[in-house]
C-alpha cells in the first residue's frame, strides 16, 4: 500500500510546473497526496500551535493539533512553554481530552501513569511490582516538539534538523512585527478559538489567503456592490480593491490591499485614535508607509497559517474605526474537509468596547456564520476539491500563471521580500507550491 501511495505521489509530482503556473488537481483531494504532505511537510516544518496569551500563566495549556499529531501546548512551573505529544507513553491512549485548562500533571485514564508538564513521567501505579527494580520513569517521557516563539505566536516543530524559527519565517516576520510588534501593551486572545469544519483540501485556503485579490470583486460581489469598496468604475463592477503581494523563498505569502484614493479615510485604518498613536510612535517609517491607506493585510506562513488584519469593518449603520486581526490554521482532516481554527487576537490596551466591536466585526465577516465575507468563499474552496473526483480530472492541471512572462518594474516598495505592484499575479500562488513541492520532494526549506 505504502508503494502503491508513493507511486500515485511521485506520478503527481511529475505533473507538477509551479515555475509554469500549473499544478494537477489531484493534489487538491487524493488521499495519498494528504499523507505524503502529512509526513513530509507537517512533520518538518514550523507549525503555529496558538498564541502565547491562551497559555499566560504556568500551568495553563490548550490541546492543538500538528498535522494528525495531537498535541498539548503548555506553559511549565518554570514558565517554559512545552509541546507534549497528547498521547500516552504507555499504550498511546489520549492523555489529555479537555481544549484547555490549567493543571501540573496529566493523569493518563487508562492505568493512571502520570506525567508532569514538562513531560517526565512521574508515577506509574505499581511500577516496581509490575515492571520490576529495573523501571526507570525517565525512560517513559512524552514525546515533545521543539519550540519557537515570535511576537507571542507559538510554533513548533517534530524536526530536530528544521532551521530555527528566525530562519524559517525569513522576511515574513517584518509583516508580523508591522501588525503585532508596534502595540505598547502586546496582544491577547479574544476568548477562545473558532472552530469549525469546511469542505474543500486546506491548501485551497491558504493559497487564496496568500494573495488573490483577483476573486474579490467576483466572489465577493455583494459587499463591493453594497459600497464598501467606494463607487463603481468604469467596468462596472464596483470600486475594485487594488493591492501589492509579496512572497519570500520559505512560500509565506502576503497581500496589502489598498482602499481606492477617493474613499480616504483616515491614515491606519481601524485603529482606535489610542491605538493609531501607539502605532505611529513604534512603527518604523517603511512600516507606516506599508500601512497607512491599507485596509487589508493578510497572508499565509507556510505551511498552513493563514491570517488577515481588517479595518474595512461596518458593525453598525455607520462605519466606524474598528479592526480585526485573525491568526488561522487550516488544519486538514481529510484530503476534502479542513478544520479552520481561528484565533482572534485584540491589542491588550484597548477598551472593552473596542475589543467587543472588533469581536462582532470579525465573527460577521470571518468564521463559521459569516454572512458578509467569508461566507462567499466556502462553495468555491469546496467545489475546488469535488470536481476533482472525476476520473478525467484525475490528469487535469489547474492554472496559476497568472503575471507569468510580465515584467515587475522595480519600485521603492519599503518592505522586504520579493512583491508585485498589483493585484493581477498569482506569483504568490507559485511561491506556496513551489515550497510546497520542495518539501514534497524532501528538500529543506
Ligand atoms: Fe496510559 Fe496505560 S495507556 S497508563
Ligand atoms: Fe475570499
Not at 509526513?39 to 500551568?59: C, D, K
Not at 510588534?181 to 486546506?202: D, F, I, K, M
Not at 521580500?417 to 507559485?430: I, L
Request: glycine share 10%; hydrophobic share 35%.
Amino acid at each position: 500500500l505504502r508503494d502503491a501511495a508513493g507511486l500515485i505521489v511521485a506520478d503527481i509530482l511529475d505533473l507538477f510546473s509551479p515555475d509554469f503556473g500549473r499544478v494537477p488537481q489531484a493534489v487538491m483531494n487524493h488521499p495519498a497526496v494528504l499523507d505524503a504532505e502529512l509526513e513530509r511537510i507537517f512533520t518538518t516544518a514550523w507549525l503555529f500551535v496558538g498564541h502565547e496569551s491562551e497559555i499566560a500563566e504556568p500551568g495553563d495549556y490548550i490541546t492543538r493539533r500538528m498535522g494528525r499529531d495531537q498535541v498539548i501546548v503548555t506553559r511549565d512551573e518554570q514558565g517554559e512553554v512545552r509541546v507534549l505529544r497528547n498521547a500516552c507513553s504507555h499504550r498511546g491512549t489520549l492523555l489529555c481530552k479537555a481544549t484547555s485548562g490549567n493543571t501540573s500533571h496529566f493523569m493518563c485514564p487508562y492505568h493512571a501513569w502520570t506525567f508532569d508538564n514538562t513531560g517526565r513521567l512521574r508515577g506509574a501505579p505499581e511500577a516496581r511490582k509490575a515492571y520490576g527494580p529495573g523501571f526507570d520513569r525517565a525512560d517513559h517521557p512524552l514525546k515533545q516538539a521543539r519550540v519557537g516563539v515570535h511576537q507571542g505566536l507559538v510554533f513548533a516543530t517534530w524536526d530536530p534538523e528544521a532551521p530555527p524559527l528566525a530562519e524559517f519565517l525569513g522576511d515574513i516576520a517584518w509583516y508580523l512585527d508591522m501588525l503585532l510588534g508596534t502595540a505598547s501593551g502586546g496582544w491577547e486572545v479574544a476568548g477562545p478559538p473558532q472552530r469549525y469544519l469546511t469542505s474543500g483540501n486546506w491548501k485551497i485556503s491558504c493559497e487564496n489567503f496568500g494573495g488573490d485579490g483577483y476573486h474579490l470583486p467576483y466572489t465577493h460581489r455583494t459587499p463591493i456592490e453594497a459600497g464598501l469598496f467606494g463607487e463603481d468604475d468604469d467596468d462596472g463592477s464596483g470600486g475594485k480593491p487594488h493591492g501589492r503581494v509579496v512572497w519570500t523563498p520559505q512560500g509565506h505569502t502576503a497581500r496589502i490591499g489598498y482602499m481606492p484614493p477617493e474613499v480616504g479615510g483616515p491614515p491606519y485604518w481601524g485603529m482606535s485614535d489610542g491605538l493609531r498613536a501607539d502605532f505611529v510612535a513604534n512603527a518604523t517609517p517603511e512600516m507606516l508607509q506599508v500601512l497607512d491607506n491599507a485596509d487589508v493585510v493578510h497572508g499565509n506562513l507556510f505551511p498552513n497559517l493563514s491570517f488577515i488584519f481588517t479595518a474595512i469593518t461596518y458593525t453598525g449603520d455607520e462605519p466606524d474605526n474598528t479592526s480585526f486581526l485573525i491568526f488561522r490554521m487550516a488544519m486538514p482532516v481529510d484530503a476534502e474537509t479542513t478544520e479552520m481554527v481561528n484565533i482572534l487576537l485584540v491589542p491588550r490596551d484597548a477598551t472593552p468596547e473596542w475589543k467587543q466591536r472588533s469581536v462582532l466585526a470579525c465573527v460577521r465577516t470571518h468564521g463559521a456564520a459569516a454572512v458578509l465575507f467569508e461566507g462567499d468563499d466556502f462553495d468555491n474552496f469546496a467545489s475546488v476539491s469535488a470536481t476533482g473526483r472525476g476520473v478525467v480530472a484525475q490528469g487535469s492541471t489547474l492554472d496559476y500563471s497568472m503575471g507569468l512572462g510580465l515584467p515587475v518594474e522595480p519600485d521603492d516598495w519599503p518592505g522586504p521580500g520579493e512583491s508585485a505592484p498589483h493585484d493581477h499575479s498569482e506569483r504568490t500562488h507559485r511561491a506556496f507550491y513551489g515550497a510546497w513541492l520542495r518539501a514534497m520532494k524532501g528538500e529543506k526549506p
